[in-house]
């Protein structure tokens, strides 16, 4: 990893506090949580967070605690003895800003920060995007770089991971932290990782882990023609998109996380995280994947440059985000399963409030692999191919296209096991053509295909399209 923006190097605890060419001297880390070693594996930094935080709540585990025989039966206890406090902790504070409701069979209630009005504390339970936060940050070495609190930075990962909707098949917590490790693997890549900067990862994953929060389940047409608040306030463009910034935004600065930072570096921090979580906009597809095409064929991307790093980052998020097709079948399947779910309820309200039903929604006429056949095709392969050949291309890249083929070619004999024979129609894709071609011919196809239900800018053609500026 690079060190150009904010000097020390990553992965080590330089002696002197990191110097920024840009922003000046950081101050030295703060000593927080008990004077917690930055430098623990994460097991340790675990259990000592937990030490902390009993300590903080001045309670003790009880004396049943002392008795448990096994290392086992006292991991249990501890952690039953965790949920039940954070579920207190948390409905105290509910229940000073009023916020709290008793739901059905006992359920805790909560009003949501935005979009969805409940949500079911016992999620809490579930704590893997906080815990694969910690870890991350922990492995490159930027809670010490950015000297972290510990405390807010728990704080603002559980505020995240609260703030997805645990009754989403899709948009959850578990989706944010599969991005999330997703992108790590990219950060990895060969050919990016020696050129990011602390900076870039740290963008890199906070992007990934909030990318999504607060997703009500629904699409953006949905929520305009409901007339929901979210798109009245963001105009009807990038509705879901600008909702999960702002919302990161205001859960960093609810934590304080970096408060102590200088004002116009955590300006600039909640400008990039905005412009990352802005490019997962499916309807923004070909913008980028068309800028991205031509920095590959004209073969001008500069890696030393901060811009240019940033519009990789903004295309490996998208490529993380959508990176399903590319894991093992069992994995891919059941994701996509969970999708068409999320869709087919979408499409179930609309049913109910005798609404029209949205593309991919209906259970009854769009199947699970042609979703998926469709979705591969027009989304998923065009975009992969391109980061196949910006990598040139590595190992995992390789992996994950073999996985993709076989995932498509294994969902189109699913989609087609089931469709009468005189009605069946190959899409142009399956036929085979020379490889680079593929894509190119897909985006053209576009235009024609009444498959195409994406949100993706099909008339946009290569010559015409405006990419993001670098
Ligand atoms: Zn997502």
Same mark, same amino acid.
């Given at each position: 990893m690079r060190d150009s923006s904010l000097g020390g190097q990553v992965g080590v605890c330089p002696d002197e506090a990191p110097r920024s060419p840009v922003w000046g001297p950081l101050r030295m880390p703060p000593v927080t949580c008990g004077g917690l070693s930055l430098a623990l594996e994460l097991p340790a930094l675990i259990r000592q967070l937990r030490a902390a935080w009993r300590a903080r709540r001045g309670g003790h585990l009880g004396p049943e605690r002392s008795q448990a025989s096994t290392w086992v039966e006292a991991e249990k206890e501890e952690e039953v003895e965790e949920v039940k406090h954070d579920i207190e902790d948390r409905s105290a504070h509910l229940e000073a800003d009023g916020r709290l409701n008793t739901g059905h069979a006992g359920v805790l209630l909560v009003e949501r /920060?935005?979009?969805?009005? =409940?949500?079911? &504390? /016992?999620? &809490?339970? !579930?704590?893997s995007l906080v815990t694969l936060l910690c870890h991350l940050f922990n492995v490159y070495g930027l809670i010490h770089h950015f000297q972290l609190d510990m405390v807010k930075l728990h704080r603002f990962l559980g505020m995240v991971q609260e703030d997805y909707h645990s009754q989403n098949p899709y948009h959850n917590a578990v989706h944010a932290a599969d991005v999330t490790q997703a992108m790590y693997c990219y950060l990895k890549e060969p050919k990016l990782a020696e050129q990011l900067s602390p900076l870039d990862v740290f963008l890199g994953l906070m992007a990934a882990a909030a990318h999504d929060v607060d997703h009500p389940g629904v699409n953006q047409p949905f929520l305009i023609k409901t007339r929901h608040h979210l798109a009245s306030l963001y105009q009807n463009t990038s509705v879901l998109e600008s909702h999960h910034w702002r919302s990161t935004v205001g859960m960093l600065r609810e934590s304080g &996380? &970096? !408060?102590? =930072?200088p004002a116009d570096m955590s300006q600039d921090i909640e400008q990039q995280l905005g412009s990352l979580i802005l490019a997962t906009d499916i309807s923004r597809q070909n913008e980028f994947l068309l800028t991205f095409r031509e920095h590959l064929d004209n073969q001008d991307l500069d890696l030393q440059l901060a811009s240019h790093r940033h519009f990789i980052l903004q295309i490996a998020l998208k490529c993380a985000d959508v990176c399903n097709p590319c894991r093992v079948w069992e994995l891919s399947r059941q994701w996509s399963e969970r999708v068409c779910e999320e869709f087919y309820r979408q499409g179930d309200l609309e049913r109910k409030f005798d609404l029209e039903i949205s593309p991919l929604c209906n259970q009854q006429a769009d199947s699970v692999p042609a979703i998926q056949t469709g979705f591969i095709s027009y989304i998923v392969e065009p975009l992969f191919e391109e980061w196949h050949r910006f990598t040139e291309p590595s190992l995992l890249s390789r992996t994950m296209m073999g996985h993709l083929h076989k995932n498509k070619a294994r969902w189109s004999r699913l989609r087609y096991a089931h469709t009468p024979p005189d009605t069946q129609t190959h899409p142009s894709a399956e036929e085979p053509q020379p490889e680079g071609a593929r894509a190119r011919t897909r985006m053209r196809d576009l235009d024609s295909d009444p498959h195409c239900s994406f949100g993706y800018q099909c008339h946009v053609e290569p010559q015409s399209g405006s990419g993001p500026a670098l």
């Open positions: /920060r935005g979009s969805y009005p =409940l949500i079911d &504390l /016992r999620i &809490l339970k !579930s704590n &996380l &970096l !408060s102590h =930072l």
